[in-house]
């Protein structure tokens, strides 16, 4: 038996059983508590819905940054957010789930009443109530910059992630002074923010994901990822057909976890907040699967050896669940 929620998966049509599946569309409610400054999301709906009924309040929560995901798989299976550069948000944000036991009992589970549920849970959910946040409009968009903008690109990026713990006044200016192919920032709500960004084109795509731990964000960190998307993308486009391949990164604060609070399955450790390389890539033809695969793999081991020898300690780096390289097993 399996539960669906709102939907998380990219690859059409796939489900990881052939017996019962449980769809939780019918519990798609939104109610937030003023009071307590919390919001009680249905599993059946998505997290643009949340964002969309907070926003009348100026409210938001910690949730995923892209648009169509369901509520499920974030707070039970983990997810990433926008970096924002402050610590003043904590990543742990869920106060409470209601769970459907398999006596027919409902319960609710909190960190006090159920600790050994709530670290790890699973099963019939069907709702959860998180924290809220303040949410003014947002700055922020898209920036494409051609190829000979390269130098100038990763040295912005570099400094960003140097000097984005202090956040100082004009942080993006490096970026807005080299000449753009194109760009969309503007001053914007955060759901217009998250429904900009052209992600919806990876629809009915066989999909694979695959994220590396980093522990600093340096140029020739950055011509690596570049080295290995003009390398492995073409190749890739060549022999398996893949019609998108995509290499990226999210920038995290070393102390992102400093406000968790209680244990989490993902990460075990809070010792040190990661930033991450991604690799995405989205083809049509399951033939491919096998080449897709192996090239995922060998470059995500390049990279992680690349990192290695510049002296990060990101070898063993517990694994991030949702975007685990192909074969990777169950221990790690």
Request: aromatic residues 10%.
């Amino acid at each position: 038996m399996k539960i669906k929620s709102g939907g998380h998966a990219t690859n059409a049509g796939f489900l990881s059983t052939s017996g019962i599946k449980i769809a939780m569309y019918s519990f798609s409610n939104i109610v937030y508590n003023s009071t307590a400054q919390t919001a009680t999301l249905g599993m059946g709906a998505i997290w643009d819905d949340v964002y969309i009924a907070l926003e009348p309040y100026n409210m938001t929560v910690v949730g995923p940054k892209i648009t169509g995901i369901g509520i499920r798989g974030i707070v039970l299976g983990g997810g990433t957010i926008l970096p924002r550069p402050t610590t003043e948000m904590k990543l742990i944000f869920i106060v409470a789930y209601e769970l459907v036991i398999p006596n027919g009992t409902v319960a609710e589970i909190t960190d006090s009443t159920n600790p050994d549920l709530f670290f790890a849970l699973r099963g019939i959910v069907t709702t959860v109530t998180i924290k809220t946040y303040p949410q003014s409009l947002f700055w922020g968009g898209l920036i494409t910059y051609g190829k000979d903008k390269w130098d100038a690109a990763s040295a912005a990026v570099a400094n960003y992630a140097v000097n984005v713990t202090n956040c100082p006044d004009g942080i993006f200016d490096e970026f807005l002074s080299i000449d753009a192919i194109y760009t969309n920032i503007s001053t914007r709500t955060y759901i217009d923010l998250i429904q900009s960004f052209p992600l919806n084109a990876t629809s009915g795509l066989r999909t694979v994901f695959s994220l590396m731990a980093m522990e600093d964000v340096t140029v020739p960190v950055l011509d690596m990822i570049v080295n290995e998307t003009l390398t492995r993308g073409p190749e890739l486009a060549a022999n398996a057909s893949a019609g998108i391949v995509m290499y990226s990164m999210d920038i995290f604060l070393p102390m992102l976890y400093n406000h968790v609070d209680s244990p989490t399955a993902y990460p075990p450790l809070h010792s040190q907040g990661y930033s991450y390389i991604k690799i995405f890539c989205g083809w049509l033809d399951a033939s491919a699967d096998d080449t897709i695969f192996d090239t995922v793999n060998a470059s995500s081991k390049y990279m992680t050896e690349v990192l290695t020898s510049y002296g990060q300690h990101i070898a063993d780096v517990a694994v991030y669940p949702n975007h685990a390289p192909p074969g990777t097993s169950l221990e790690t």
